[in-house]
């Protein structure tokens, strides 16, 4: 199956490209939502501002779902929803969308991402708490399985573990551990839903192990990265034999989609990335016995912003290409017999097996989460690390970076899609004319009662409900994508996942130019009177932090004081923080594209404050935006270009320096003012 | 955001304009701010206390001056509470719980609540002496709230002890917020240092941690103010854990200790009890005395790591000092009290 990752601006503009792509061939759907609609708020809440229909569609009620899919047969399509703490609730509105459109919830196809531990880990966008968030899942896989028996309820994601750093025994490990927690859930629904019943239970268990799939990664290391998703498959079929009784050799089959490999991709000579896609590619289709069922491939220019249509083509072409003029699916399995590959897989098999004990000992994947995390900011760190030394050669960027000027990007917008900022403004005033026009009783009921089934856990005595049926309910009535989240929020309380730059381990042997560093660092110290401290903070809703990590442990290791509280802040928490904390600098990072509304927002919100220390901004900030920041007051503007942290830090270490000359200290005063 | 000339480079500094020494704040003024309760004070006091660049020393001292009980006319008003225990007891979902509660019950009823300052020691230091400060993420409050100030600092160079800023620190903002929390992370050592600081000390842990028993009997554990058992929703668990804490407690012959169970989750419960227990424990306690003993402490600890064992013996020795200590006035601050040693060892 061909899809391309699509979605933003409104349900209205995302519908036309659906339709558009149908048209050029493609055989499914892969909807992308925007981030508030991913971590539940509503176009007009606070957090949301900068985001609303960034990097997808807002989705907000039944009305935004069924604008999304009009004139698209939903009986026929195949439907993947980039959805995680938020899944519940668009599958809810995606079955009621099909109702209004005469399609009965059981003809539906497709998958809801759902894979929440990946998002604790990784990307960011949870909403609740690990253990109802759980729940949650669990729920969906009881509902979908009994209801809509064609939909995949859950989408194991090993993908984004390897964009946050992952090697690939990690992928495999930290990716199995993930199914065990989430199918140990379900077990215990099974179990007690036919209860005395074995072979009913054991029959029902080989069909939910069955709509399990996978989401992988495939890096540039394509050979490797087979023998990854051959490991997957064996370590897969053993998993279902022996913890959960499969035998249906159709359930047992490792089933995966794959989006292959963004974080290789770089900003700089962006042309070169189209040829690691199709390296990319052929890691998870040279092999039948490993091949995937559905692809999606990035855009070449995904580093530099929001690809434009034309962009998306042009990934959907190199699949085309692939399908429709090599001999790549002629064969059988081509690495049947292969001593090389077999000892690879075995090699792998051995790391992931080590490492899944190592999950299982800290209690599971749920209560792994701080062990893993930490492990892949550690990962990260030493991926950077060989970069930044030249060891791991990346092309265009640490070695051949010499280039001529780019004809690609050299268009006004630099070569990506801006979404119009009016678009916020279009959206909020949108839902508080339909919040104006529904039927509030019926939405106000709806909720209290989901309220009330979600709160039941209290009550052993009362068997829990299942989720599912009052959040189609409130989908029904009217209810917004907020207003679910919030009526969550309010029962099981909100969350903030850990950040894992603590528990990532430190250069234990600085080499000279960390040395360097951390004297630069010391000298600094001694003329400020304690020790730097600098604020890192992610605005916004985006959770793509790897970033963010990656410069908080460097500025602990160079011997800072780092504060640093993960995703999600308001500009006026940044702000507090900033005057409590009495940093000396502040790093903002920001992936999704929303500096343009957030980082003035920061800024101000620091002005109100009185704090007066500099700002630099870090994240995929286009060339054309630059000087708009500094014009707002950012001191330094960073891009995945300046690959070299060190670097950035030395930087940082200057800039404080610079500000702290018209402070002057005992040994060096300078005249205020000077 | 360029900075205005003759800002300095730190956030809430005062201008160096109105400094007197060497372009360091001006300690006095930032004393007097707080010591008329001028709560927008705590971050340029905080920048200044952890200063130790000559100049900022003398202007921490004159802001010290200006918050000692002689200046203040007695002890400072703010409630100091320790609030230790072992990493992952559930002391950050605590705070929480408490600062909301402590904001926002009397807020409510039409009051103003009471306002809270929060030092939260972070002993994630590393060799590069860098550390990652990431506390005050998992503490929930309203950013716009003046009412509320949260600090976090790392646990410092000085080995074993809490940061002479942390303490310094503490003393000052007692004199413009109603309550002062200083969160360490710990069992053993910890509470020991706490209690030469807080008025209250609080020790966490969570349901089934034994080592805490076995801690409190064999009187490696200071023994706490009030002992707080959390995740109370874990129910039966946490249930026995308070029945085998009091009888222990109990068969130590220490009744005074309250024992308070608390559920930080949704809807949380026994924090009011809790806030009720500190209020009872400050009540029952001699607070001037305390205080006092404290400051005493304090100022002898402060010499020995300033003049070390040499300037101990330059006094004749610990008991001397402690006899000098004794006969200074009550209200001296600590620092007077270690300028007061150190005359006397000149003059000795």
Redesign the interface.
Known sequence: MMRTYAGHSTAKASNELYRGNLAKGQTGLSVAFDLPTQTGYDPDDELARGEVGKVGVPVVHRGDMATLMDGIPLGEMNTSMTINATAAWLLALYIVAAEEQGVPEEELQGTTQNDIIKEFLARGTYAF?PAPSMRLIADMIAYTVEHVPKWNPINICSYHLQEAGATPVQEIAYAMSNAIAVLDAARERVEEAHAGEEAAARELMGQVFGRISFFVNAGVRFVEEHAKLRAMGILWEELGRERYGVTDPKHLRFRYGVQVNSLGLTEAQPENNVQRIVLETLAVTLGRDARARAIQLPAWNEALGLPRPWDQQWSLRIQQVMAYETDLLEYPDIFEGSVVMDGLVAELLDGARAEMAVVAEHGGAVEAVPYMKGALVDSHRQRIHRIESGEQVVVGQNRFAETAVSPLTDDAEGGILVVDPAIEAEQIEAVRRWRSERDQGAVDAALSDLARAAAGEDDPARPQENLMIPTIAAARAGATTGEWARTLR?????Y?AP?G??EAS?HET?DAELTEL?EE??RLKER????PKILVGKPGLDGHSNGAEQI??R????????????IRL?P??I??????????VIGLSILSGSHRELIPAV?KA??EA??????VVGGIIPDQDVAALQQA???AVYTPKDFDITRIMHDIVEL?GA??N?????TN?SP??A | MSASPGTGSTTGREPSGASSNDHSPDGAAIGRRLRERDLRAAPAALNLLESVAPGDREQSAALLREVSPAALGGEAPGHVIGVTGPPGAGKSTLLSALLHAWRGAAHAAGGQGRTVAMLAVDPSSRRSGGSLLGDRARIEFDPTDRGVFIRSTSAGERLGGLAWATRAAAHALAAAFDIVVIETVGVGQAETEVADVADTVAVVVQPGSGDVLQFLKSGIMEIPDVLVITKADLGQIATSSRRDVSAALRSLGLSSTRTVTVSSVPPPRGIEELIAAFDVHLASIDLGERRLRARRANALSDYIHEHGDRGLRALGGRSAAERLLAKQEPLLDTAALVTALEHSAADG
Request: net charge positive.
């Open positions: 708490p309010e029962v099981f309380g909100s903030r950040t730059v603590g430190g600085p951390r660092v010391s400020l009177g304690r020790r908080a442990v500025a602990r290791d160079s011997g800072m004081d780092v504060v640093y509280e993960g308001t006026a928490q702000a507090a923080s900033a005057l409590q904390e009495g940093v000396h800024i620091l002005h009185g704090v007066t220390a500099p700002v007051g950012v001191a404080v500000r702290a018209g402070r002057g200290s005992s005063g205020p003012g």
